[in-house]
């Protein structure tokens, strides 16, 4: 799948989250959004970068900005995840990969210096009128909270 770029439209998604409500990309439109991608909650990499966009909701908030963390994981252990790390923001469940695939966050990655098909840790920023202002991919999750912000530049 094509990745995206700054100036494309952000693919639309309806997708089940945490506790088990339907969530469309049309619910954040008038409000900018980072939506990142994520192979497994739980996993160090994934919370280390949960918490992180967790301790940067209130800056994130203050500049108008949302948050959405995407992965393979069922609404069930989206809670368990979300319970455990006090997360503030919400988490959906893309069981059959078809929005990470749409937004170029699936695909072939070296894992243990295997090739093999996966999600690719991703972030967007979309703005409020759906369109990609920034777009991330093969990033350290640290580094989601800094990307985004130094897009809204």
């Known amino acids: 799948?094509?990745?995206?770029?700054p100036g494309d439209r952000a693919p639309d998604f309806i997708l089940p989250d945490q506790d088990g409500h339907q969530v469309r990309l049309e619910?954040?439109?008038?409000?900018?959004?980072?939506?990142?991608f994520y192979a497994k909650a739980g996993t160090g990499g994934c919370t280390r970068q949960?918490?992180?966009?967790?301790d940067a909701m209130?800056?994130?908030k203050s500049r108008g900005i949302q948050a959405i963390g995407v992965s393979p994981d069922s609404p069930a252990a989206l809670k368990k995840f979300f319970d455990k790390q006090s997360l503030n923001f919400t988490l959906l469940s893309d069981a059959e990969r078809t929005i990470a695939k749409s937004y170029g966050a699936f695909g072939e990655k070296t894992m243990y210096g295997k090739k093999v098909e996966g999600i690719i840790r991703s972030?967007?920023?979309?703005?409020e009128q759906a369109m990609i202002r920034g777009a991330f991919y093969k990033l350290r999750p640290e580094d989601t909270v800094p990307k985004v912000l130094d897009a809204l530049k």
Request: proline fraction near 4%; hydrophobic fraction near 55%; avoid cysteine.
């Open 58 to 60: 209130p800056e994130l």
């Open 27 to 36: 619910d954040f439109k008038g409000s900018k959004l980072l939506l990142y």
């Open 50 to 54: 949960a918490v992180s966009v967790r």
């Open 123 to 127: 972030v967007f920023l979309i703005d």
């Open 1 to 5: 799948m094509a990745r995206l770029t």
